[in-house]
């Protein structure tokens, strides 16, 4: 029986886990073949599509003790983790009903979907497709520092970029070492975030995206970058390349390049997207706090960063707060808080197990020791203004 028999056949309600753009996407497909959910479950959208509710995880346990989940958000694990802890609920991941185009054809018209939304529904179907794939390494993203400079230093940085005295590009001998490092163990990368700082302004921006497009294993290229820099030709030729995305955040005035970026994106035939920065976290404070495994598992299961896999310094870190208070020297680098490819080289032979101990850092952690020097960034907590400026770094204590 194929999931689209399983569906129709099911008699416990159907509840989507999810209620963002793959959630609408997967339950107006489902629809179209006659399967209607009962609830989409979500905390941070706490509303109706097309006249289904959604509801919280707590309420969903309550009025849904037996149902079957489509889980429809590109970590699969951390959701899984979350149903399970619920109850004995069974459940199909959404990038396999998605990928399914002969069961579930499209109804929606792609081109209706903004260029971020159609990213993030792309990044949920390959993410699900390799969903305990136990020979292949797969990442959703990796983000690949490439300098420590940014036109803009905001107070409240979650990168940490406020705290460097001296900031500098990394070099670009470092960024190829990691680079190849990334495509020498991972078989598939879905995305490769280029982040600084501010991306634009590495020197030898154009080099580094060449290299990194012509990697196969590296599907897509995101640069982040903030509005305030409009890049001469060979950089804006380099972002034009076919799967380069240029993610722009905009910040309101101290944008004050924005227009002219997206002309000439234009121009050059960039794909991009504009985000409005609208909201942060309070994330950048870095101090100890002794707090006790319950607490800090609980602080990370509850991160929206624990999926940020960040190369620096040929080393991969859990996100990217961890590797800058490490380049900071804020925080002591515990041994556990990193894999480091150079002794993964010489500890293992087979690459098959080098790969199983990637794997294994990568999701089968309830929590970081850095995490117990970060105040976490959990979906729904207080808010604060973002990119508020500061005219000179802040100090932190070094460790
Ligand atoms: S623009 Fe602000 S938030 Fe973004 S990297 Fe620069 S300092 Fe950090
Ligand atoms: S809680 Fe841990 S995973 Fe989340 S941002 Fe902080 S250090 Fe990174």
Request: charged share 25%.
């Amino acid at each position: 029986m194929n999931i689209k028999q399983l569906l129709q056949n099911e008699t416990q309600p159907i509840v989507i886990f999810g209620a963002s753009v793959v959630g609408r996407e997967v339950y107006d497909r489902c629809l179209s073949v006659g399967i209607s959910a009962s609830a989409f479950c979500d905390d941070q959208k706490l509303d109706q599509y097309k006249g289904v509710n959604v509801f919280s995880l707590n309420v969903i346990k309550k009025r849904y003790p037996e149902a079957v989940f489509i889980v429809a958000t590109t970590n699969a694990n951390d959701a899984l983790h979350k149903i399970t802890e619920m109850g004995n609920y069974k459940w199909i991941l959404a990038g396999l009903i998605l990928n399914d185009q002969e069961n579930f054809p499209c109804i929606t018209d792609f081109y209706n979907y903004s260029e971020m939304e159609a990213q993030i529904i792309d990044r949920c179907i390959e993410s699900h497709s390799f969903h305990n794939d136990k020979e292949n390494l797969f990442a959703t993203s990796i983000d690949l520092l490439v300098t420590e400079r940014c036109s803009l230093k905001c107070l409240d940085c979650c990168n940490l970029m406020q705290y460097f005295q001296n900031p500098q590009d990394i070099s670009i001998d470092e960024i190829k070492k990691n680079l190849k490092l990334i495509v020498h163990y991972f078989d598939s990368v879905h995305e490769l975030r280029v982040i600084g700082g501010e991306a634009l302004l590495h020197r030898n921006f154009a080099e580094i995206l060449q290299l990194s497009a012509g990697f196969i294993n590296i599907n897509k290229i995101l640069v982040y970058t903030n509005g305030t820099i409009v890049p001469a030709r060979r950089k804006l030729e380099a972002l034009a390349l076919p799967n380069v995305v240029l993610a722009i955040t905009d910040y309101g005035p101290i944008s004050h390049n924005l227009d002219k970026l997206c002309e000439k994106c234009e121009r050059y035939q960039i794909r991009y997207y504009i985000t409005k920065a609208e909201e942060w976290v309070f994330c950048s404070s870095i101090k100890k706090h002794n707090r006790s495994m319950k607490e800090n598992t609980k602080l990370f299961r509850s991160c929206c960063a624990n999926n940020t896999f960040t190369v620096s310094n040929g080393k991969l870190y859990r996100c990217p707060f961890i590797a800058n208070a490490v380049r900071l020297c804020a925080i002591e680098e515990a041994k556990d808080d990193r894999i480091d490819f150079d002794s993964l080289n010489m500890l293992y032979k087979e690459k098959c197990e080098a790969k199983r101990v990637i794997n294994d850092f990568l999701y089968n952690r309830d929590f970081f020791p850095a995490c117990d020097y970060c105040e976490g960034r959990p979906y729904g907590k207080i808010t604060i203004k973002p990119a508020i400026q500061t005219k000179r770094p802040l100090d932190f204590d070094k460790f």
